[in-house]
Nanobody
Framework: VQLQASGGGLVQSGGSLRLSCTAS???????????VGWYRQASGKERELVAG???????NYADSVKGRFTISRDNSKKKVYLQMGSLQPEDTAVYYC??????????WGKGTQVTVSS
């Protein structure tokens, strides 16, 4: 299974970006039964959870992005989105999507760079 992420780029402080991730080769039932999420890793730092939606559950967010980011999923299209607003330089990182059905079916996208200039 490959995850294709897109939507990163360079944006000024206060701007917005929308990331999307597609699990194109995953069957519908597996995707809809998976937990999905977005993580990020800034230079010199560990990867951290930004936002997630468990299968059949409610979205959850890191405190640092609450009120600014919104995660959503479209099971019919096997897509995960991250709408990012009020971006700040500290949001600069490589963003990774994750789809986890179970421990041995845990998939990561290659990452998309988000750079926020001040």
């Amino acid at each position: 299974v490959q995850l294709q992420a897109s939507g990163g780029g360079l944006v000024q402080s206060g701007g917005s970006l929308r990331l999307s991730c597609t699990a194109s080769r995953m069957i519908f039932s597996t995707f809809s039964g998976s937990d999905v999420g977005w993580y990020r890793q800034a230079s010199g730092k560990e990867r951290e959870l930004v936002a997630g939606i468990p299968s059949g559950g409610a979205a959850n967010y890191a405190d640092s992005v609450k009120g600014r980011f919104t995660i959503s999923r479209d099971n019919s299209k096997k897509k995960v989105y991250l709408q990012m607003g009020s971006l700040q330089p500290e949001d600069t990182a490589v963003y990774y999507c994750n789809v986890r059905f179970r421990r041995d079916m845990d998939y990561w996208g290659k990452g998309t760079q988000v750079t926020v200039s001040s």
